[in-house]
């Protein structure tokens, strides 16, 4: 059984942890094909309204790639959301959007060019580290490029006793272009 440090202190499991609700971070990108439309769906796919409900999303960005250059630019968003699943039941959630819109994580590069990406980037105030996930996410703080969306919509949220927008006042944001709404629907 995962052990967990919720923000109270107390050590909770994981079945715990699922009879109640918590407020998640999740940041989503994609540079493959229509990545505007794609992360439209993939917001609705990963948010079904009972056991993951979407609170806030952020505005799409288009964004200089990351890690590996020599591809095409991401669009990334974030949303806020409250979920009863346990933070491994929502990554492994996360890891079925991804596998259901073409998404072939052996097969591909790291960092490289992908359809859909979804990261958990926070958990209520979970800290976690196991060999499939990571809370908060371990690059969180070096990635401006998921800093920009979730400062949109929650910039006073403190992840490992850091606002975020005091997190992404600390990173360059050069070459992140807020993009304006998509009209119609996907």
Not at 37 to 61: E, H, K, N, P, Q
Not at 65 to 76: H, K, L, S, Y
Not at 83 to 112: I, K, N, Q, Y
């Amino acid at each position: 059984m995962t052990r967990m440090s919720p923000k109270s202190g107390n050590r909770l499991s994981e079945n715990v942890m699922r009879e109640s609700t918590a407020e998640a971070l999740i940041a989503l990108g994609g540079n493959v094909g229509d990545a505007r439309a794609t992360l439209d769906r993939a917001v609705t796919a990963f948010c079904d309204g009972d056991v993951v409900r979407l609170l806030a999303r952020s505005s799409d960005y288009r964004t200089p790639p990351w890690g590996i250059e020599d591809q095409p630019p991401f669009i990334n968003l974030c949303i806020v959301v409250v979920t009863s699943l346990a933070p491994h039941d929502l990554l492994a959630r996360a890891l079925r959007v991804e596998r259901a819109f073409g998404r072939d994580r052996a097969g591909e590069r790291r960092w490289g060019p992908r359809p859909l990406d979804i990261d958990l980037v926070a958990y209520d105030d979970v800290t976690l580290e196991g060999p499939d996930l990571v809370l908060p996410h371990p690059r969180l703080f070096e990635r401006a490029f998921v800093l920009v969306p979730l400062a949109e919509i929650a910039p006073e949220r403190r992840i490992a006793g850091i606002r975020i927008a005091d997190a992404l006042a600390r990173l360059d944001t050069a070459g992140i272009e807020r993009l304006p709404p998509r009209n119609g629907p996907v």
